[in-house]
């Protein structure tokens, strides 16, 4: 079921030649991508090597020192209403869920339609219910985060993004704060949101899931992108020293 | 939902031998505690204290209408201080967490002074300076203004930690989603930061509270006031202290005791089942 999609001529996500420092460290070290319409890719590479730092920079919670980056080929705005609306379009899921914990699940689905799209609550209500079913935790809709396992926190948080209708959705390790008896359920919910064509940029550690869901493989090390390629030919025979060793790591302890 | 308790958590249940010698220090301090009672009472039952000349004016209901107004003003000014306290301490920590410089200067020199500077001075600074000024302000704003001034440098403190205290996560979160960063503050920071500054809150309440009691400097007729008032016309210095410090005494427990049961009402949201960390 893995196919290579080719991007359609305007990309969704495209960044050109991105650098960013943290004081002096160079966390991007010219970066360019471009992601198309539909096309999920999955970022790889050891920690620290910048993923993170790359997902949010494309809705700007970390600004960039030099390059572009586009949005639907318009330049991601530096500030203020635009930004917000940018924002708005570019979903975002967080390692740590992040669901608004003094909220009812479904006030978090609705605070934004309702704040930022300025739909009627009934319908941005409704639209959320739809959302919770579709990542199976409407029956939690009426309870705080708090009382949701961490798997249903993120289904929830999944949904809640969804409910802006993003273009695009961005997961920073999704699953890494999970037992792993809720890893699958929220893989799943991923698995079938790519398959409905969603654009998405993912960051994670769930190689079985890559190989399976992703259109494309990033593989970054200290701030770089060393290569990338469909999955089947990046597992069988990475291009890079680099990336050979870092799968090799990653598989040792399936061995033991 | 209850959460254990910091004594709980601190301390592990005490096995059968620690609860024989909890109950024999609890019943030596309850003796201790009986025999220096005795003592004091004794103390003034021989300096004459206790003679009823000077106690049965309390059961005059003229008496406790005297105080009861007192009480009353008391309670006036120290809630008025208080909310113009809570307004001032929320907009000095608004300035303090503003991205522009000389904000964030003004606002900063501002809790430092109110921090530093004694209650007393200011209301000096109101009751003499002030009027020197050619503006004239009654009584009640004479205490009540330098009283709130006073707490609003600690409470803009308590705010501004409560703030920091929600995770940055929430924040991204809310940004992520498009929300401008008034909504973010709004309805998302501030309303969980909240729940960490009640406590503080009230616990300046208190202060304010025990401040008002400077109301004698400006003849406003406060509870300490009346009191005073009520000493030298019964001559009875202690009786009527003691009576009136029990009421300081019962606001303020009951104050705190508020504040425990709201601090354990609303979870904090550090707690309200953040993800459990796990190294990238
Ligand atoms: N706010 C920050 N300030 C300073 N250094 C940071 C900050 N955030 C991340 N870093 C550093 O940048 C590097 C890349 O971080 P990150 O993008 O989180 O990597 P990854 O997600 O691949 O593990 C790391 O060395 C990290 O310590
Ligand atoms: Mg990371």
């Known amino acids: ?256 | 939902m209850s959460a254990p308790s910091i004594r709980e958590r601190l301390y592990e249940s005490p096995g059968p031998k620690t609860r024989r010698r909890i109950a024999a220090f609890t019943g030596v301090a309850l003796i201790l505690l009986g025999l220096l009672l005795f003592l004091i009472v004794r103390q003034f039952a021989l300096q004459g204290q206790l003679q009823p000349r000077y106690w049965d004016f309390f059961l005059k209901g003229s008496t406790w209408r005297y105080l009861g107004a007192g009480l009353l003003s008391t309670l006036k000014a120290a809630l008025t201080a208080a909310v113009i306290a809570i307004a001032l301490g929320f907009l000095m920590m608004r300035g303090k967490l503003r991205r522009f410089r000389p904000v964030r200067w003004l606002c900063a020199a501002l809790v430092e002074f109110t921090r530093g500077v004694p209650t007393l001075l200011l209301i000096y600074f109101f009751f003499l300076v002030i009027p020197r000024m050619g503006i004239t302000i009654g009584a009640f704003w004479r205490i009540t203004l330098p009283c709130a001034i006073s707490a609003s440098g600690i409470i803009a403190e308590a705010f501004r930690a409560g703030v920091n205290a929600v995770p940055v996560g929430q924040t991204e979160a809310g940004l992520s989603l498009g929300l401008s960063n008034l909504r973010v503050f709004y309805q998302i920071v501030f309303p969980q930061a909240i729940r960490f500054v009640i406590p503080s809150l009230i616990s300046e309440l208190v202060i304010v509270l025990k401040d008002t009691t400077f109301a004698y400097v400006v003849s406003y007729a406060d509870l300490m006031q009346n009191a005073k008032v009520l000493i030298t016309s019964h001559d009875s210095l202690v009786s009527v202290y003691l009576v009136v410090a029990v009421i300081y005494i019962l606001i303020n427990y009951g104050l705190n005791k508020l504040s425990d049961r709201m601090a354990r009402g609303t979870k904090k949201p550090a707690e309200a089942g953040q993800a459990k960390r796990r190294p990238a």
């Open chain 1, 1 to 256: 079921m893995t196919q290579i999609q080719t991007p359609g001529d305007k990309p969704v996500i495209e960044l050109k030649n991105v650098n960013k420092h943290y004081g002096s460290l160079h966390v991007l070290r010219d970066i360019s991508l471009s992601v198309g319409k539909g096309e999920v890719v999955v970022v790889i590479g050891p920690s620290g090597s910048g993923k993170s730092t790359l997902c949010r920079t494309i809705n700007r919670l970390e600004t960039i020192d030099s390059g572009e980056i586009l949005i639907d080929g318009v330049p991601l705005p530096q500030e203020g209403r635009e930004l917000a609306q940018l924002r708005a379009q570019i979903g975002m899921v967080f390692q740590s869920f992040n669901l608004f914990s003094h909220m009812t699940v479904l006030d978090n689905m609705t605070l934004a339609p309702t704040g930022v799209l300025k739909l009627p609550k009934k319908q941005a209500r409704e639209e959320a219910m739809q959302l919770l079913e579709r990542v199976g935790v409407a029956d939690q809709a009426h309870k705080l985060p708090a009382q949701l396992s961490g798997g249903q926190q993120q289904r929830a948080a999944i949904a809640r993004a969804l409910a802006m209708h993003p273009k695009a959705m961005l997961f920073d390790e999704p699953t890494s704060a999970l037992d792993p008896e809720m890893i699958g359920e929220v893989l799943n919910v991923m698995t079938g949101l790519a398959q409905d064509g969603m654009t998405m940029v993912i960051v994670t550690h769930e190689m079985n899931f890559a190989r399976r869901v992703s259109d494309r493989v990033v593989f970054m090390d200290g701030g770089s992108i060393v290569e990338q390629d469909a999955p089947e030919a990046f597992f069988a025979h990475p291009k890079s020293q680099r990336a050979a060793d870092f799968l090799q790591s990653i598989r040792a302890p399936e061995k033991l």
